[in-house]
């Protein structure tokens, strides 16, 4: 990733009288670029990881059947309880008679062996174990049904609005559905969040009672920039691959759903990222808690607090563009105390050839307590006579 700054804070600013507003909005590229590539898939998407700013897409928000890309899902619940404490890597987990039984894609565990944690994780991941998913599943909520209710929860909390899972491994359901953009808004949510499970997505291999099977993710084999995620396929589904790459310090989210065949879903994805890497670039314009300008506090016991962002601001432009882009910052003329850090007291606006890329709210970086009486009543004379009061 790239960072530079694009102009000195004081030259930025431009004031104004009242607050934009507070939400981060996207808009589309603002620059010439060639056409996207044609792509044989009934929905799909490009993102970039670190903005979550989309590139390309096609029906990405279509509702299709998500197959075992639900593995996905299953996968992150597992991370986030070791995250938190309530699952350990090394914990043993029975094997039940319904687990032992699933069909399709399976690790080959035993009804009424244990298995570790780590294991079946691996068996969900690198050989798309249906048994494994289930197993973590009952481990984890109980029974797969109270499973499927968390995997929705979590599905709402990451803003997945097009999705809907009745089981923890893409088992056919007409009830069941998601889109390609919801699962790279998963992908962008495993990744970022917990790294060290991503890790185990790269692997090409794994072996359980003797058995070695092959993760089905062909670029893995063909593209070293490329490090997961999860393949899938059903008949009603067709093949699906969500998909991740990093190449000098920018990485890439591609789904395809709907693919005619193993060798299409890696064709047909192998177009998107390439050309995403060639002619985009994930640009840092700045980075959280870093001061962009102080601002004037009236009624306060300072009289100045500095200014900057909550969260990195970062976008993905075409390559070459950063020259062209230019920022601004609004901030209300009348800021009084008390200031709370992390209020917002502005916005900052990122544009590309006149056209907005992103704004994000302006935050103050520090408090700023209520100063006396006296010094209160004298601010408020002076913002009488600028007709601020």
């Not at 499927?148 to 491994?169: E, I, K, P, V």
């Not at 009236?298 to 563009?321: C, F, H, Y």
């Not at 950063?322 to 850090?341: E, G, K």
Request: glycine share 6%.
């Amino acid at each position: 990733m790239t960072r530079k700054h694009l102009l000195s804070a004081r030259q930025l600013l431009t004031l104004l009288c009242c607050l934009l507003p507070t939400l981060a909005t996207v808009s589309a590229q603002a620059t010439l670029v060639p056409r996207p590539p044609q792509v044989e898939a009934s929905g799909y998407i490009l993102m970039d990881a670190a903005s979550g700013q989309v590139i390309v897409e096609h029906n990405a928000d279509e509702a299709l059947p998500p197959a075992s890309l639900t593995k996905i899902m299953t996968d992150y619940i597992a991370a986030r309880e070791i995250a938190h404490g309530n699952l350990r890597m090394d914990d043993k987990v029975t094997i039940s008679v319904k687990a032992w039984r699933m069909g399709g894609s399976r690790m080959f565990v035993r009804e009424g062996t244990q298995v570790s944690v780590e294991d079946l994780i691996k068996g969900i991941i690198i050989q798309s174990g249906n048994d494994a998913a289930v197993a973590i599943a009952e481990h984890i909520a109980g029974s797969e049904s109270a499973f499927a209710d968390l995997m929705n929860q979590h599905a709402r909390r990451l803003g997945m609005t097009n999705s809907y899972f009745t089981n923890a491994t893409g088992w056919p359901d007409e009830a069941m559905y998601t889109s390609a953009r919801d699962m790279a808004i998963l992908a962008r949510a495993l990744i970022n969040d917990y790294p060290e499970n991503y890790e185990l997505y790269r692997e090409k291999s794994f072996t359980y009672n003797n058995i070695t099977q092959q993760n089905r993710n062909l670029l893995l084999w063909r593209d070293p920039s490329v490090d997961g995620i999860k393949t899938g396929h059903t008949e009603a589904a067709g093949y699906c691959l969500v998909s991740s790459a990093e190449r000098d310090g920018m990485r890439l989210i591609a789904v395809v759903m709907g693919t005619s065949s193993e060798q299409a879903r890696a064709r047909e994805t192998q177009k998107l990222l390439t050309y995403g890497f060639r002619f985009f670039e994930t640009y840092e314009a700045y980075a959280a808690g870093e001061v962009l300008m102080p601002a004037r506090v009236w009624m306060g016991k300072q009289s100045e607090v500095n200014l900057g962002l909550a969260d990195d601001m970062t976008l993905t432009i075409p390559r070459g563009a950063h020259d062209r882009l230019d920022a601004s910052m609004s901030l209300r003329s009348d800021l009084r105390a008390p200031v709370a850090a992390g209020q917002q007291v502005g916005t900052v606006t990122i544009s590309l050839d006149d056209e907005v890329l992103l704004e994000q709210p302006l935050v103050a970086l520090a408090d700023v307590e209520r100063a006396g009486i006296f010094r209160r009543l004298w601010h408020h004379l002076v913002l009488f006579f600028k007709g601020l009061f």
